[in-house]
């Protein structure tokens, strides 16, 4: 499980706070949002806008986010500016200098019920920039072939738990990272660009990115009374 993490950015100047505390997340991010305000001299309503991973992800995490991203949205009026898991991922491993310029890295993050999240980025100019759209399925179909035109088989690093199920993935990677996760300062970088190239929006606009159409379990079939 990543660290939860907020991250601020005033003037240029970005502060981030982060706990390493599996599974608490719920009970962390509001007080960490608040500390970091009070840090900062701020309150919720001199903030511009508020980015936030939209996901591929769990469909617990992504509820919890979009939850605290709402409530906040809602009770400051404030616009809000959605990034891709993924996204967020191939930015850490270039922030790191895992990555030459111009180098490429994919992020493959373990969807559970034997399939995978991915996607394809470019390091552009120290930027993640997405070169195919972010996709779900088995590891066995995980494809560069016509998804990344131009992208060859090989790609430099690989991040992210999905990696897991290496044997299973056809892509070729010369490096792999299965711990790196996402984190609030690289949300922040990706969102503040965004910000400033004008794409923020409303929060009623958006909604959690689970690339699944829909849930699947198995129900209890209703048991029913004899008639007479």
């Excluded at 981030?16 to 919720?44: A, F």
């Excluded at 992208?151 to 199920?165: L, Y």
């Excluded at 790196?180 to 794409?199: F, P």
Aim: proline residues 5%; contains cysteine.
């Amino acid at each position: 499980m990543s660290a939860c993490s907020v991250a601020l950015s005033r003037q240029g100047i970005v502060t981030v706070l982060r706990e390493h505390k599996p599974r608490q997340h719920i009970q962390l991010i509001l007080p960490m949002i608040d500390e970091l305000l009070k840090q900062s001299c701020l309150s919720i309503r001199d903030i511009d806008a508020i980015g936030f991973s939209q996901g591929p992800g769990s469909f617990t995490g992504l509820r919890i986010g979009m939850g605290v991203v709402q409530g906040l949205a809602f009770g400051g009026d404030i616009q809000v500016v959605p990034v891709s898991t993924l996204q967020v991922m191939a930015q850490v491993a270039i922030d790191r200098d895992m990555l030459n310029m111009d180098g490429i890295v994919m992020p493959v993050i373990d969807a559970r019920m034997d399939e995978v999240y991915w996607g394809i980025y470019k390091n552009n100019d120290g930027g993640a920039q997405p070169v195919c759209v972010d996709a779900l399925n088995t590891p066995e179909q995980v494809s560069i072939s016509g998804h990344a035109p131009g992208i060859t088989d090989n790609i430099d690093i690989g991040v992210g738990d999905g990696w897991r199920f290496r044997d299973r993935i056809s892509v070729q990677v010369e490096l792999v990272d299965e711990q790196l996760v996402s984190d609030a300062e690289q949300v922040l970088e990706l969102s503040v660009d965004r910000y400033a190239r004008g794409l923020s929006v409303v929060i009623d606009q958006i909604e959690p990115l689970y690339l699944r159409n829909q849930i699947s379990w198995k129900k209890r079939p209703r048991l029913r009374k004899p008639t007479h």
